[in-house]
């Protein structure tokens, strides 16, 4: 339960953490921009280089961090109330049993928008690294170690359970998993490409996100998500770096 006494509407509720969702990763990009020009410009770190990206990276999950945490403090709310706690045996069960889900997700669902013949893209880091293989070798430790945290807390952590006190729990998840997919439309945009980027936004992104709300609610821990969304991402890069390199 909230620690916060007030008990605004559903709709007021969900208003705000839409709200809150796009300004998660409004103030990252930000953060992220910023970061990158006050350190990057003066070494003439390129964003299109893996430092130059380990830099911007890290401003901008550390700002979505920094926003999921500043409104915790706003609303005097513990870390408690995100389920945050060491990993057990069964969560660690939990972990490994949705990276895999999500990873044959990952490899069904795009197969299967393929075969209905619709169109498709891909994130902005997947093509990056196609660009520039080394890449991936920052992104595969971000992705366990920052940038999975970071999107879980805020995500699910705060928006997901802020909604559940309002909703009941299929609800919070499916309107969490909506706000987490569609603040993703920037990071899967081809301007070439708009149908396909809203194909991959809500078939590939909603469930994904959905199955991680799932697992949230499940457990109770954070760690559970957020995880498994780090390890998820990491796979998904190597394997994209071993095609381009010719691993396989």
Known sequence: MSESSDRP???????????????????????GIVTLGL???PLSLSVDAPSGQLLFTLGTYLGMGGVACLYL???EISL?????????????????ATTVVLIALAVAIPNLISWLG???????????????????LVFLPLSILVVGPAEEFLYRGIIQTRLGDVFDAGTAIALASLIFAVVHFF???DPANVPG???????LLLPLGAIL????????????????????????????????????
Do not use: C, K, Q, W
């Open 9 to 31: 509407s559903p709709g007021r509720r969900l208003a705000a953490m839409t709200v809150l969702g796009a300004i998660g990763l409004l103030v990252g990009l930000i953060v």
């Open 39 to 41: 350190i990057g410009a």
């Open 73 to 75: 403090l706003r609303h």
């Open 80 to 96: 408690s109330y995100v389920g945050l706690r060491r990993p057990t045996l069964h969560d660690i069960g939990a972990i490994t």
């Open 118 to 136: 619709l169109p498709f893209t891909e994130h902005s880091v997947t093509e990056s690294i196609e660009m520039n293989p080394s890449i991936a």
């Open 187 to 189: 990071a899967y945009l």
């Open 197 to 203: 980027t809203l194909v991959t936004i809500f078939l």
């Open 213 to 248: 709300g799932v697992v949230y609610e499940y457990t109770g821990n954070l760690v559970v998500p957020a995880l498994a969304h780090g390890i998820y991402n990491a796979i998904t890069y190597a394997t994209v770096y071993a095609e381009v390199v010719g691993l396989f």
